[in-house]
């Protein structure tokens, strides 16, 4: 087989965002764009000569044609292997463990996680370092320099590679192994929670729905619930993946996973619901009439996770990103167990756990996970959650009422501006920044500042250091906003306001999250001038 060297050009906007590269398809499919941020990575990793990849994806549009390029651009790069879901997928969780557990120097991600997939719509590439997790800022810096330099990449020519044909086959000198997506996966959740306790409660009549979403869950979700713990066929719906995630928004949150949510709060629900999305790293949790914020979801799973088998010994620490509500850390309080509070982005939570510093960690954004890979994990949250109502015997709502008289309830909710002019944007957060240091002691609307500044973060174990991680004001009375920019959008800006609101009072545990939200939201408008500033008086999203 040929080899060539390619010579391009470097092309602008390949810095890669809060999850790796994003970008429209379109741009995606343009001429040497996807060859020449592989050959960035490969080159910002140092080489992949004599390495072993693993690659996959989540299944939409471009999915197995960029992975046939990037294979013939390992070959070329004289990687040694490289190790391929079947038809080129693997969700992100999945893809975490296959390279922990073949010890691979690490691996490719395809995937724009929950945004749209399709020709006119989103899509992504991932570099995860050996400890199966995003590349740290340091790699992505480095690959990011090399975007701006590159003048030529090595891609070999040739036929296809049959993606659904297991085993192991070579291309010239580089072994390409076919692997079952689901098998290892599925076999790891089977050492965390207790399959035998799970498969007792769904023996005994008890009825969940998982929504897939047409994203790459479907078939983790049908082998581990339906095969292995024996929830009935059809527990599982939309699970078949498709391209375009049947021309949906593989977001699994009360906006788009609509279908879901209208059944569990109809007077049929079922006893639990859950939700994935594109990749599978994300979790939406809802009981019958009751929808669990992420952010709950995490302090409820630290309170329980030593009901299962995994967690039995108790948690080293946990750890949030900034924005998630500080529900979690009332939790780990009382366990006498530390909480780090950590920038957006599940990169931030890897050297966390690669030091044992922490067992849990999760995101507002859905996102929740542990040190069994690194990456977060939707369908092992869902399995966890399943666990602990085995063990306890519970309902979502009954175990929610519990934990919020235990700790108090953080009232929480996101409101996403997107698609904001970004100069627009950026202006609103540098007038904000610069108001920092004078609004202590300020009183706006209801409510008085308590603090404001702007999160950096100090990582504990190497030291390394990100500023600008998003502005911070707390109020009086346990009410607190925060703002950001996404890293993670493909069009505009995204500004994001993150809104809490902490009740203790026993008699005010069930009250309505927009009422109670009301004055930290009006106060959090003013503070920013953020209509003034965008010509945006209400958000596209409200989470
Ligand atoms: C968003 C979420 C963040 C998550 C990331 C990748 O990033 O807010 O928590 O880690 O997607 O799934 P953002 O667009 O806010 O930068
Ligand atoms: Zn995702």
Same mark, same amino acid.
Not at 11 to 17: A, Y
Not at 251 to 262: C, G, Q, R, Y
């Given at each position: 087989? !040929?080899?060539?060297? =390619?010579?391009?050009?470097? &092309?602008?906007?390949?810095?890669?965002?809060?999850?790796?590269?994003?970008?429209?398809?379109? $741009?995606?499919?343009?001429?040497?764009?996807?060859?020449?941020? =592989?050959?960035? &990575?490969?080159?910002?990793i140092g080489g992949v000569e004599g390495k072993t990849l693993v690659i996959g994806g989540d299944g939409r549009f471009f999915n197995d044609a960029a992975i046939q390029i990037i294979l013939r651009m390992a070959c070329a790069n004289s990687a040694a292997k490289c190790i391929i879901g079947q038809g080129g997928i693997l969700s992100t969780p999945a893809a975490s463990h296959l390279i922990r557990l073949r010890e691979a120097d690490g691996g490719l991600i395809l995937s724009a996680s929950h945004n749209p997939g399709g020709a006119d719509a989103d899509f992504g590439l991932k570099y995860n370092g050996p400890n199966g997790g995003p590349a740290s800022e340091a790699v992505t810096d480095k690959i990011y320099e090399r975007t701006k330099t590159l003048s030529f990449y090595k891609i070999a020519a040739g036929e296809d590679i049959n993606l659904g044909q297991l085993g192991t086959r070579k291309i010239e000198n580089m072994m390409v192994e076919i692997v079952d997506p689901v098998a290892d996966y599925a076999d790891l959740m089977q050492t965390i929670v207790d399959f035998p306790k799970i498969k007792t409660l769904f023996a005994g009549g008890f009825t969940m729905c998982f929504d897939a979403m047409h994203a790459v869950t479907g078939p983790y979700a049908h082998t581990v619930l339906e095969d292995m713990l024996g929830a009935p066929k059809g527990t599982v719906i939309n699970g078949q993946p498709s391209p375009d995630f049947g021309k949906g928004h593989p977001? !699994?949150?009360?906006?788009?996973?609509?279908?879901?949510?209208?059944k569990m709060y109809s007077s049929n629900a079922p006893d639990f619901g859950a939700a994935s999305d594109g990749d599978g790293d994300r979790n939406m949790i809802v009981g019958p009439g009751a929808y669990v914020t992420p952010s709950d979801s995490l302090a409820l799973l630290t309170a329980h996770a030593h009901?299962?088998?995994?967690?039995?010994?108790?948690?080293?620490?946990?750890?949030?990103?900034?924005p998630t509500s500080r529900a979690v850390d009332r939790v780990a309080d009382s366990l006498g167990i530390a909480c780090f509070e950590t920038p957006?982005?599940?990169?931030?939570?890897?050297?966390?756990l690669d030091a044992g510093k922490v067992t849990l960690c999760g995101e507002e954004s859905a996102g929740t996970g542990s040190d069994h890979v690194r990456e977060k994990d939707g369908l092992w949250a869902v399995l966890l959650w399943l666990n602990i109502l085995a063990e306890t015997g519970k309902s979502v709502s009954e175990l929610m009422g519990d934990l919020w008289t235990a700790h108090g309830r953080c009232y929480y909710s996101r409101l996403d501006f997107e698609d904001v002019d970004s100069d627009k944007a950026e202006a609103m957060i540098n007038?904000?920044?610069?108001?920092?240091?004078?609004?202590? *002691?300020?009183? $706006? *609307?209801?409510?008085?500042?308590e603090t404001a500044d702007e999160f950096a973060y100090l990582d504990p174990v190497d030291g390394s250091q990100s500023t600008n991680q998003g502005i911070r004001i707390a109020f009086e009375g346990g009410a607190r906003a925060v703002f950001r920019l996404s890293g993670t959008g493909t069009q505009g800006a995204?500004?994001?306001?993150?809104?809490?609101?902490?009740?203790?009072d026993p008699v005010r545990l069930h009250e309505?999250?927009?009422?109670?939200?009301?004055d930290v939201r009006e106060a959090a408008m003013s503070v920013s001038d953020l209509t003034a500033m965008t010509g945006r008086s209400a958000?596209? =999203? &409200?989470t």
């Open positions: 087989m !040929p080899m060539q060297n =390619v010579r391009t050009t470097s &092309i602008e906007g390949q810095k890669p965002g809060t999850s790796g590269l994003r970008k429209k398809t379109a $741009i995606f499919r343009r001429p040497h764009f996807l060859e020449n941020y =592989v050959q960035s &990575i490969f080159d910002g977001d !699994p949150n009360p906006i788009w996973a609509k279908t879901l949510m209208d009901l299962a088998p995994a967690y039995r010994g108790g948690l080293s620490g946990v750890a949030r990103s900034m957006t982005g599940w990169k931030f939570f890897g050297n966390l007038k904000l920044r610069a108001k920092l240091g004078s609004l202590a *002691g300020a009183t $706006i *609307g209801t409510l008085t500042v995204t500004i994001r306001l993150y809104l809490e609101q902490l009740e203790t309505a999250p927009e009422a109670v939200l009301t958000p596209d =999203v &409200i």
